[in-house]
Structures are given as C-alpha cells and as structure tokens.
C-alpha cells in the first residue's frame, strides 16, 4: 500500500490558528521592567487546564532528532490540557498537527519552525511527538499535571510520509 506525502509548510502564525498559538518573541507584546534592564515578553499563549484538581507542569523535555522524510504512523493529544513546546535554543523543529474528525485525527499537515518559535497546542488537538532535526535539543514544555486521563493515541494505517516537497 502506497503511504501518502504530506509536505512541509513553513510555520505561521495565521495557517496554525487552527491547532494552537505560534510563540514568536519578534510579534509578541513586550516592554521593559527591572528598571530597563529587562524586557518582559507578555502573555504569550493560552494555558488551558480541565479536568479535575488541574495544576500546570512546568518540564523539560529533551529530544533526539528525526530524519526527513519521516513515516509517521502515530499522532496523540491531551483531552485534559493544552501543551506548549518552547525551545531553549533557536534551532527550528517540526510540528505535524491535525484536525480533529468526530473524535479521530483527520489528515495531518506538517510545518517547520522559524528559528526562535514556539508553540502552545490547543487542549485537544491532535499532534505529532516532539520532533527535533538535525541534533538533540532541549525544551521548556508547560502541560498539564493533575488526575485524570490525558492522553489519546491513535495510529495511522498505513501512515504518511512527511517531507520538504522538491
């Protein structure tokens, strides 16, 4: 069975509204505290926490790289929260989202990161694993902790192959 090509698209912020927020400190509000020394970059995603007894999780999560084309065969999401991935260095990463279909993943769509950005996922939405190019790389993830259920996976059968299109 032939597996289906997603392409790569480059991140924005207006083609990834549907699936969460993009972080970018060059379009966020900002101003400066401490007296000028510091530069408060302000409110720069929306933390969704449901469920019962939530509390946000502050991580680190440290990813080793994938190659491209990928065969991605599994996306999961996070019913009780939203998951936002900010990168500690400013190497771009993949983000593979979908929309959600009567309680299942619909086709998935891929985008690289600009150098710099982040990401917030919406609570509920349908995403890939982290998935770092090139080298291991360190993440500040905000999720979150509390009781309940708050992982779904589903695979694709017989998957997609993502890659950069020629």
Not at 4 to 12: A, D, E, L, S, Y
Not at 20 to 29: F, N, P, S, T
Not at 35 to 42: A, E, K, Q, V
Not at 137 to 143: N, P, T
Request: hydrophobic share 40%.
């Amino acid at each position: 069975m032939e597996v289906p090509f997603i392409p790569i698209k480059q991140m924005t912020i207006e083609a990834f509204a549907p699936f969460g927020e993009v972080i970018d400190l060059d379009k966020a509000d900002h101003f400066p505290i401490n007296n000028g020394m510091c530069t408060r970059y302000n409110d720069l995603a929306t933390v969704e926490l449901g469920g019962v007894e939530p509390r946000p999780l502050v991580n680190i999560f440290r990813g080793k790289p994938y190659d491209i084309p990928l065969h991605l065969k599994m996306v999961e999401r996070h019913p009780l929260g939203s998951q936002a991935f900010i990168p500690m260095s400013r190497r771009p990463f993949l983000v593979i989202v979908a929309p959600d279909g009567a309680g299942k993943p619909g086709t998935p769509q891929a985008f690289l990161t600009q150098s710099g950005q982040g990401i917030n996922l919406k609570m509920g939405c349908w995403h890939g694993v982290l998935t770092t190019l090139e080298q291991t790389s360190d993440f500040v993830v905000i999720d979150r902790g509390g009781p309940g259920e708050n992982l779904e996976e589903f695979y694709y059968e017989p998957g997609f192959l993502v890659g950069f299109a020629d």
